[in-house]
């Protein structure tokens, strides 16, 4: 596998033998993004999903022995410090009593030490041997795994936190009703993606200037409308989703002074115009280019069996 995916797509029409998104709507589209691969559109959720998974392996390879050398960077530094206290008070606006915070991709644990510096808990699952080193160097509580499954009980948690990592999971429902699991009743739910459909959108705004490269998309790309569709599918009631404040930070840095000028000038915007839009009340359109969501595990939904993403729990 290689570095995660950005880049341009053109829309094909539906092909007949279309693989079911997880809502098993009757419809999908196939969009192409770059390097010729292929992501279906479904029509009910708006979900963009790969048609082809690749191989669990090989995905926990790249994370494992790859990723952490490539965007470690990005995990550094006072933008990034200023985006996990972010989490954290979205997470105690819910939970307002510290308890047992659950971090899926952790990386070296700068989250969890955040957590604990403020009572919490914090328990972190990462690939990468590189960040399991260092964040136990400090002192947290991390497991080298992939997720699902954990070995964690049945309504232990309060909290679980998907920041940035959702979308690069080859099961991702899979992975949020292992959340649910371990959740207790009321548990919070916390997920930070990029905004798929619209990060699409900018593919073809930018395509025909050969920029397209400035938008991202992983393995999945999600957006408000499968959100709202599919949590109360996999039992959890939404909190509320609504536009993430901008990460200052750049994973993806350019050879090209031009392209590294334009990239730090639409990041300044975006701060722009998400600081007005939310003064407005208008981040709760979850229109930017990223989303965040919180939801509550509802003790009174029976637990879901996952079809379209390969499976339930593990």
Known sequence: MTSPRRASEVETPAFSGRRSCACEAATASVVRVAGRRELLRCERCGLLAPMVVPE???LIRWYRDRYW?????????LARENLY?????????????????????????????????????????ELSLEAVARARAHGLEVYESAWPPCGLPDESADAVVFLNVLDHLPRPFAALE?????????????????????????????SPVGWSDLTVVHLYGFGRQAF???LPRLGFTTVAIRTAPPSQGDAYQD??????AVRRLLKRLDRLVYTLS??????RAAWGPSIEVTAVKD??????VCRGDGGGRA
């Open 56 to 58: 669990p392996a090989e």
């Open 85 to 125: 206290r972010h989490v954290l008070d979205m997470i105690q606006r819910v939970r307002s009593h510290p308890g047992i915070l659950v971090d899926v991709g952790c990386g070296m644990g700068a989250l969890l030490k955040q957590a604990r510096d403020r009572g919490w808990r914090g328990i972190g699952f």
């Open 255 to 260: 050879e090209s002074a031009v392209r590294s």
């Open 278 to 283: 939310a003064a407005f009340g208008l981040d």
């Open 228 to 230: 709202v569709h599919h």
């Open 178 to 206: 292992e959340a649910r699991r371990v959740l207790r009743p009321g548990g919070l739910l916390y997920v930070r993606v990029p905004n798929g459909p619209l990060h699409v959108w900018f593919n073809r705004l930018l």
């Open 299 to 304: 003790p009174a939904a029976r637990s879901p």
């Open 69 to 77: 050398g490539r965007y470690e960077a990005e995990q550094r530094g």
